[in-house]
């Protein structure tokens, strides 16, 4: 069980758990054009079908509870308006944990998605103790490329690999714990 407390508030974001009753919000981001061009997998068919994918996530914060395990996505609100502007989310990827992460077009460009991402990649690592975080993007997605290297992370390489279903050239960012103490 995670030890630092939810949410967690920045000057513009606020990190929490997610609630179900919101599925027709997170569809709506989900069905974004943006969405389902770089994060297919991440598009609901129906309010049904989004229900039921917020069900299981809820139910992963207790079983299991560790995102190097299963899924560990937390909402991304804006703290002025209180309106859910997106998610952060920890999963496992082989021996890593990989992260994804979401902002609504119409409040991108303002250092959303890269705030949430940077504190939601501390928070997870304090209180899941990881080491580092990876992302991985398509290459020919800047604007997710830019927020991944505001929020600290770090381009390794990129590579040929099936991603979304596809085979696709991907960037591989890496954000570093140890690296904490000299930001």
């Known amino acids: 069980m995670p030890v630092n407390t939810l949410p967690i508030n920045t000057s513009s974001v606020r990190l929490r758990h997610i609630v179900v ?27 049904a079908e989004a229900s039921a994918r917020m069900q299981y996530l809820i139910s992963c914060y207790s079983s299991p509870g560790d995102p190097r395990l299963g899924p560990y996505v937390l909402a991304v609100d804006h703290v002025a308006t209180e309106a859910l502007l997106g998610h952060v989310g920890f999963s496992p990827y082989y021996s890593e944990v990989e992260v994804s992460y979401a902002i609504a077009e119409n409040s991108r460009g303002r250092g959303y998605g890269s705030e949430a991402l940077l504190r939601g990649c ?62």
């Open 21 to 47: 009753e919101e599925a027709q919000r997170m569809m709506e981001l989900n069905g974004e054009p943006s969405t389902r061009r770089w994060l297919p997998s991440h598009v609901y068919a129906d309010l």
């Open 122 to 183: 501390q928070w997870a690592s304090e209180t899941f103790q990881l080491p580092s975080i990876l992302a991985i993007t398509e290459t020919e997605n800047e604007p997710s490329r830019r927020t991944l290297e505001r929020a600290e992370f770090v381009h390794e390489k990129d590579i040929l690999m099936q991603f979304q279903g596809r085979e696709e050239k991907v960037s591989r960012y890496l954000w570093l714990a140890s690296a904490e103490g000299a930001r």
